[in-house]
């Protein structure tokens, strides 16, 4: 268990503007932080940071809640997890008893796979460093490359023996279950046996973007002909490949503040141009590039630059990566290195400057790289000169922005020396093609559900639901303000009409509010805001400097991630980007006790109609015979309505 104090200490320091922007980019849009939701495929921002409430919200999925929410959700990590991710972060103590054996087997799967690649990863470093094997055979090999002390420490290289079960035994010894070693593939089973997955390997951990093992990429030094050179972790429940970079942890920060990210295929191209400094560098790790990967890059940067070696074979294979950058509507550019040279080689053989200023030099955009490229294939065979026109239409009609797709056709038809009308016809031929399939699934989707369609009920406005919705607002924004308020207090005047006299007088909003509902008996309908209600009227009377950013970390998940959607439903509008388009919303004026007295009296109005609607309804029930109780109640309420209404400026 974490102590209290911890995790108070951790929630006091962490910034959720700063641990989210390690993940997610983020630009300032007013006192708030947008960005591209990190948990869906979306190319408009709809994720919203607040760092004065120290909340977030994700309005295409519906997520929200506070700092450890976030990294809940998007790391799945477990609520310890977060406070020990946030504690590492900010360089925090964390004050635990030690998990027992029985806590250990506790743990659910996903879990345990996590604790076992953690495990992995340092006892490979342990081997690495401080045994014979390890230091004479995996150490000799990566000082070989030129990696230094700090980088292999940095990246957590490390060595597995060259013994059939040397791991895996070493791993029961230490209580982890054999389980949960063959399915993240550290161990194979096969009847009785036992085996070491990487037996002989140096390793290279493969960590997530909040830096949890994954997997691992491991590497032959013998020359077994028969031994994949190359060996990566299977696929399990915590590493998918397709949707995994390798270096992404280390790289995140720079990649946002470059506003760039370099693209290159292997481990040690990563660690050596990272270990050169350049340190906005990822690896697809060897596996044909995919859309997962593209958007992860996504979300801290619209722009990649892949960095090829000389090798053409592998550099026309790597063109279909390309097309899938420009799917996503970011900006791809193309470095190639000279013949004999990979980025793991020309980064170790030059100073930072000269890879800068070679890269800078070097790096196309990608229809001059695609197009010159192709042209050395076909210049002297017309078939093949234009079965690589249409190839490099084709890489064009993918790109969603119309503007660059007029540019790039321009750029075409000047490298390719043809005419601009042919190939603005071609992408209108693509083009037209693909709206065609598109609508033609359109169609299909809307004939499968058209049967059904009509029976979709119109969804009703529940008020009662939202003013109970903003009474929670106002007591979680303005809970413990103190404010002159003017109550309306129902008197018979000489005719013995009922008419409302203003009496002023200073309160906090929370006790306003409270004493309001209770007069007159006023109860949520709502068991979540009820629930949610007592609450904050509970924490408001204990605590008289109640702050949200302290509140939210308090509660139940489900009750945190509610009251994050109650206070960032009024930023959405911010998203739209309005006042670029020449709109200007309206900004709210209404002072907090306006507010209050309008949302209460709003409450009151709807109540007293339902007790008419409800007394009426008793009338018809008693078929016909008037009761005259009944009628001097719908009278009395009716006048009451009447009176409230005109106090909020409604016509009835």
Same mark, same amino acid.
């Given at each position: 268990m974490i102590s209290k104090s911890t995790i108070d200490q951790v929630f006091e320091t962490s910034r959720v503007e700063e641990v989210i922007g390690d993940f997610v980019q983020l630009k300032k849009s007013g006192s708030n932080f947008k960005g591209l939701s990190p948990f869906s495929d979306e190319r408009s921002p709809s994720f919203m940071v607040s760092p004065v409430k120290q909340i977030w919200k994700d309005f295409s999925s519906g997520k929200g809640g506070n700092v450890v929410a976030f990294l809940m959700e998007h790391e799945h990590f477990t609520y310890p997890e977060a406070i020990k991710y946030l504690a590492k972060k900010y360089n925090i103590e964390v004050v635990e008893t030690e998990q027992s054996n029985e806590e250990k087997e506790q743990a659910n799967e996903r879990e345990s796979l996590y604790l076992v690649s953690e495990y992995a990863s340092k006892y490979f470093q342990n081997i690495l460093h401080k045994t014979d094997q390890g230091k004479a055979i995996g150490l000799s090999y990566f000082k070989?490359? &030129?990696?230094?002390?700090?980088?292999?420490?940095? *990246?957590?290289? &490390?060595?597995?023996?060259?013994?059939?079960?040397? *791991?895996?035994?070493?791993?029961?010894?230490k209580g982890y279950q054999l389980e949960y070693l063959e399915k993240t593939g550290l161990t194979i089973v096969k009847e009785e046996k036992r085996f070491d997955r990487f037996k002989g390997r140096v390793m290279f951990p493969i960590q997530s973007m909040s830096g949890r093992v994954l997997g691992f990429g491991g590497r032959i030094l013998t020359n077994d002909k028969k031994a994949a050179k190359y060996l990566n972790s299977p696929e399990s429940d915590i590493y998918h490949k397709s949707k995994v970079l390798y270096g992404i942890y280390h790289a995140k920060q720079s990649i946002a503040k470059e506003d760039n990210c370099y693209l290159v295929e292997g481990y040690t191209d990563v660690i050596q141009l990272y270990q050169s400094g350049i340190k906005n560098v990822v690896s697809s790790s060897g596996?044909?590039?995919?859309?997962?990967q593209i958007r992860l890059i996504n979300r801290l940067t619209k722009n990649i630059t892949v960095l090829f070696d000389g090798d053409a074979a592998g550099l026309r294979a790597s063109l279909r990566g390309i097309d899938l950058i420009l799917e996503q509507g970011m900006n791809v550019k193309v470095c190639t290195f000279p013949d004999g040279e990979d980025p793991d080689s020309f980064a170790k053989n030059n100073s930072l400057e000269e890879i800068t200023v070679y890269l800078d030099e070097h790096a196309q955009d990608f229809i001059q790289f695609k197009a010159s490229l192709l042209f050395e294939f076909s210049k002297n065979d017309p078939i093949k000169k234009a079965e690589t026109v249409r190839d490099i239409v084709n890489s064009i009609a993918k790109i969603p922005d119309r503007i660059k797709k007029e540019i790039y056709i321009q750029e075409c038809a000047r490298i390719m020396d043809i005419s601009e009308d042919v190939l603005f016809s071609t992408l209108a031929q693509i083009d037209k093609k693909e709206f065609q399939e598109s609508n033609r699934q359109y169609k299909q989707d809307q004939k499968a559900f058209e049967v059904i369609k009509h029976k979709q009920p119109v969804k009703k406005v529940d008020i009662q639901y939202e003013l109970e919705r903003k009474i929670i607002q106002i007591l979680l924004l303005y809970g413990s303000e103190m404010e002159e308020f003017e109550d309306l207090i129902l008197k018979e005047n000489d005719k013995n009409e009922l008419v409302l006299e203003p009496v002023k007088h200073e309160a906090k909003v929370f006790e306003k509010i409270y004493l309001d509902l209770q007069d007159d008996e006023m109860q949520f309908s709502n068991e979540r805001f009820r629930e949610l209600y007592y609450t904050i009227i509970d924490t408001l009377n204990q605590k008289p400097d109640f702050a949200i950013e302290n509140f939210i970390n308090t509660v139940e998940p489900e009750i945190a991630s509610e009251i994050t959607t109650i206070l960032m439903e009024d930023e959405r509008y911010t998203l739209a980007n309005w006042e670029r388009k020449n709109i200007y919303p309206k900004e709210k004026h209404h002072s907090i006790s306006q507010l209050v007295s309008e949302t209460i009296l709003s409450l009151r109005c709807y109540l007293i109609e339902q007790?008419?609607?409800?007394?009426?309804q008793e009338t018809l029930e008693s078929k016909n015979v008037v009761n005259k109780n009944i009628l001097e109640e719908v009278k009395d309420y009716s006048s009451l309505k009447m009176l409230l209404s005109r106090k909020l400026n409604r016509v009835l």
């Open positions: 070989e490359r &030129g990696f230094t002390e700090e980088t292999i420490k940095k *990246f957590n290289l &490390g060595y597995s023996l060259d013994e059939w079960q040397a *791991f895996t035994d070493d791993a029961l010894k596996t044909a590039l995919t859309p997962e007790k008419v609607v409800e007394f009426k």
